[in-house]
Structures are given as structure tokens and as C-alpha cells.
């Protein structure tokens, strides 16, 4: 099959047209359907499948942390949503409202939630009284509206799937330790599960969450260069508590205010795995993340013996990895061709001669490297193989990460680095937001994060304005 000729539908080369072919991916690799609501996609199968497997693994180290999942309503009225003034003003453009209920006009408009702090909050004044009902460690999985300009599938819709925890602690100290908790355990799955290496670090107030006392993020780097913040975590201190009237009695009878968290992750992590690990024949999905981890393709499957020995194959490696079966009539190049689009880690291929030789041949999605192997050996081969491949694509993606982080010492070098390197910008900041502003009206880059484990000072300065420096800052152009 000619390198420039794919027998699925053309994908967009990524050197040629990034964006364009970020589009091409989760069309033709089956993840999203166009609905006809504008910026609001409809997911297919295959996408809602990858979803599934993050759900499952995030939900199971949520609860390993103690964590219990409760469920809110979809609507805030609009009284509620006005309590936490600097919380409203931070979502007000996005918000989606409710104004009829059937015929009739509503007394009190009805907000479709973009985020429901005021919903946990009008929920737990009620059901704290006490130091004895504390901590509240819930976490809820839905959808969420906002009213975004620009969309764009996974990264950026209207409507989107996520999880939201929001607990609630009788000290400062328990509320910081649970947000940084839960943005490490972000952190350890996108590395583990996606093979997407992540910067962890704080947000500058300008990028915090409206309401919060602090932000914690994980910031990805995808393959054009640009950051992706995959998941978040914030400490509210108690500036949600005091406008709701959130208080509970402690061991001396005395009334204190809880302090809270709010931590989520979304379907954009689905937007990062394809920009982090694809190439331009489509997906390339990490093994443990992948909804089907092997595809068995029978060769000449009309010949005798062949489909059922497939059958037998696939029914073996079931029991080691997510196996499917292509016994359809398509051609084999053709269904090579779809199974790389799809981003299928291994595909085994099994012909008439392999079958009499007693063996097939394994070839992996993210190098296209061929590996003969005995019938004999095929599980034990195939578990190493997929821990194999999870491994070197972190070690890959790992690599294009740090070899894109650029250290920039003053204006000069940062707005070269801007106008041609795609990539992180280290650099010093001298605290005051009006760099920030400067930088990102310049040069279209925004604060990403004050890194937890990189403060190294690469100079005494700020990077924009020459004065005294006080946090490293890695930025960056951003989806």
C-alpha cells in the first residue's frame, strides 16, 4: 500500500493543516457524529467507549481515596447561582438559561448547570451540623452546559461529559491535602493509563478558578506544540462556605465555617490523546486506555480452516486483552488500514501459511513494527507486547515534551520563542498581572503554571518587565 495512499478516507496531514486534521481523526476514526444543536457533538461507539474506560479507571482510584458518587440536578436557580458574586461573574458568559417551563414563563430563571458549586453548597448547609459529618468526599459524573463561541469536538463544546468532586473539611490543612491529592492522582492517571506526561503546578490568580483560594492544574503538551490543561483541582478555602452559611459545631461547641475542594477532569481528555499519540493515519491509543486492544485479522478467510482458527485465536487472547474478531468481507489492506485509523494497538494477522507453520504475525499500531510468533506463545507475547507499548509511548510522548520546553531570560528571547518554537516557555515572573496581560495581548501566550517541582532560577528577573523575579512560569500557546 503506496505511503501517500490510505485505503480508508484521506486523512490531512498534520504538517500540513494541524486543526484540520485534528478534525479528520475524530470524524473518520468514528469518535464523533455533527448534531444538529450548533457546538454540541454526538458520540459514537468508539469515542463513548474510550470515555467509558476513563470513567471506569478515574472512578476506581476515586473511591480508593474515599471518595462516594451522589448525583445533582441539572438546573440552578438563578438566586442560588447569585450567592458566590466572584463564582457568578466568572461563568455569566457561558451560562445557558431556562426562561419557560412548558407554555409558561418561569417566576425565577433556571441556569443549566456549567458547574455545580452552588448546588453542593445549598446540599451540604443542610447536612453538616456537626464535626461528625465531616469530610463530605462526593463526586458526581454528568454533563455540563457552556455557551462556548468557538467549539471544537473534545476540546471545547457546548455541552460536555465530566466529573466534578466537591468536598468539604473541618480544617485549612485537610482541604489543601485532598486538592493536592486529587491533582496528583490526575496527574498519575494521564501518565499511567494515557502515557500523556503532564507538568503539574499552581495557577496564577489571573488563571485560577473564580472563587477559588488556589488552583492546581496538569498541563500536557500536544504534538503542534500547544498546551492542553487536563485536569484541575481547587481549594476554596472557605469563600464558598460563608456566603452559603455552611458551618458545623467542633469538639468545643463552637461554630467554624468548613473549608472546601472542587476537582474535575472531562471528555477534552479524549481531544488530548488523539493530539499527544496520533499520527496521520489516524489514532494511535495507548493499550490500557484502548477499547479494544487487539484486532485478530484472518488472511484469505474463505479458505478452509482459516476463520475458524481466527475464531480460535481470538477467543484465546480474550481472555489476556480487549479482543475483537474482522471477519468481515473486506479486503485485508482494507481492514489493516481500518484498524490503524482506529487506533487498535495490535492487530494480528493469520493466513493459511501462518496457520501451517503454526504461527502469526503480531504488528503494533504505534511503531508498525512486525513480530513473528508461535501460536504457542501468543498471550504471554501479546500482554508483553501492550505493556511494551504503553510503556514506549509515554517514553515518546515524554521526550517530544521536554525537547519543546524553551528558557527564555528576557523579552528579547521570550517573543522569539513565541513567534517560532511551538513549545513550553520557561521563564521568570516578577508576580504583578500586568506581564500577563502584556504577554498574552504580545504574543497571544497565557500562564500555564507555577511548577510544583521545577522552581530552578534560571535568572533574578522577570522575564517581561526586568524587575525582581519571584516564580518560575512555564507558558504557553493553549487550546
Known amino acids: ?132 459529618d465531616l469530610p463530605k468526599v462526593y463526586n458526581q459524573w454528568c454533563s455540563v452546559v457552556r455557551w462556548e463561541k468557538e467549539t471544537r469536538p473534545f476540546l471545547r463544546s457546548r455541552e460536555f461529559l465530566w466529573q466534578e468532586g466537591h468536598t468539604a473539611h473541618a480544617t485549612a490543612e485537610e482541604a489543601e491535602e485532598r486538592t493536592v491529592q486529587m491533582l496528583n492522582l490526575y496527574a498519575d492517571f494521564c501518565e499511567e493509563v494515557l502515557a500523556m506526561p503532564v507538568v503539574r503546578g499552581q495557577k496564577t490568580d489571573k488563571e485560577k478558578f473564580a472563587g477559588a483560594d488556589a488552583t492546581y492544574t496538569i498541563e500536557a503538551l500536544m504534538h503542534d506544540g500547544k498546551a492542553l490543561q487536563s485536569g484541575t483541582s481547587h481549594n476554596f478555602g472557605t469563600n464558598f462556605s460563608k456566603p452559603f452559611g455552611i458551618q458545623y459545631t467542633d469538639k468545643n461547641n463552637q461554630l467554624q465555617y468548613v473549608y472546601q475542594t472542587s476537582w474535575g477532569m472531562t471528555t477534552r481528555l479524549i481531544g488530548a490523546i488523539i493530539m499527544v499519540h496520533g499520527d496521520d493515519s489516524g489514532l494511535v491509543l495507548p493499550p490500557r486506555i484502548a477499547p479494544t486492544q487487539v484486532m485478530v485479522i484472518p488472511i484469505q478467510q474463505r479458505k478452509e480452516g482459516v476463520l475458524e482458527k481466527a475464531a480460535e485465536v481470538c477467543q484465546r487472547l480474550g481472555k489476556v486483552a480487549r479482543t475483537k474478531l474482522d471477519d468481515s468481507d473486506k479486503s485485508p489492506g482494507w481492514k489493516f488500514s481500518e484498524a490503524e485509523m482506529r487506533g487498535i494497538p495490535v492487530r494480528v494477522e493469520l493466513g493459511p501459511k501462518d496457520i501451517e507453520a503454526g504461527k502469526c504475525v503480531l504488528v503494533r499500531r504505534d511503531t508498525r513494527e512486525k ?86 532560577q534560571i535568572s533574578g528577573v522577570c522575564a517581561c518587565c526586568g524587575k525582581p523575579a519571584k516564580k518560575l512560569v512555564y507558558w504557553g500557546k493553549a487550546y
Request: glycine share 4%; aromatic share 10%.
Open 371 to 456: 513480530i513473528e510468533c508461535p501460536l504457542d506463545a501468543l498471550e504471554e507475547t501479546v500482554v508483553a507486547l501492550l505493556e511494551t507499548i504503553q510503556k514506549e509511548m509515554f517514553e515518546r510522548a515524554k521526550a517530544h515534551r521536554d525537547s519543546h520546553i524553551y528558557d527564555a531570560h528576557n523579552y528579547e528571547e521570550f517573543t522569539e520563542i513565541a513567534n517560532n518554537k511551538p513549545g513550553f516557555i520557561r521563564a521568570m515572573w516578577c508576580g504583578d498581572e500586568a506581564c500577563e496581560n502584556k504577554i498574552k495581548e504580545d504574543l497571544a501566550v497565557t500562564s500555564r503554571c507555577m511548577p510544583f517541582n521545577d522552581q530552578e
Open 1 to 132: 500500500m503506496a505511503k501517500d495512499k490510505k485505503l480508508v478516507e484521506e486523512i490531512t496531514s498534520m504538517s500540513e493543516d494541524f486543526a484540520r486534521w485534528y478534525t479528520d481523526v475524530v470524524v473518520k476514526a468514528d469518535l464523533i457524529a455533527y448534531s444538529s444543536v450548533k457546538g454540541c457533538m454526538i458520540i459514537k461507539p468508539d469515542g463513548y467507549a474510550i470515555w467509558e474506560n476513563i470513567q471506569h479507571e478515574l472512578d476506581r482510584r476515586f473511591k480508593e481515596t474515599g471518595v462516594q458518587n451522589v448525583y445533582m440536578p441539572m438546573f440552578i436557580p438563578e438566586s442560588l447561582l447569585q450567592v458566590e458574586k466572584d463564582h457568578v461573574e466568572g461563568f455569566a458568559p457561558e451560562v445557558a438559561w431556562v426562561t419557560h417551563g412548558g407554555l409558561n414563563e418561569l417566576q425565577e430563571r433556571l441556569c443549566v448547570r456549567p458547574t455545580s458549586e452552588t448546588l453542593f453548597c445549598d446540599f451540604y448547609k443542610d447536612i453538616i451540623q456537626s464535626h461528625r
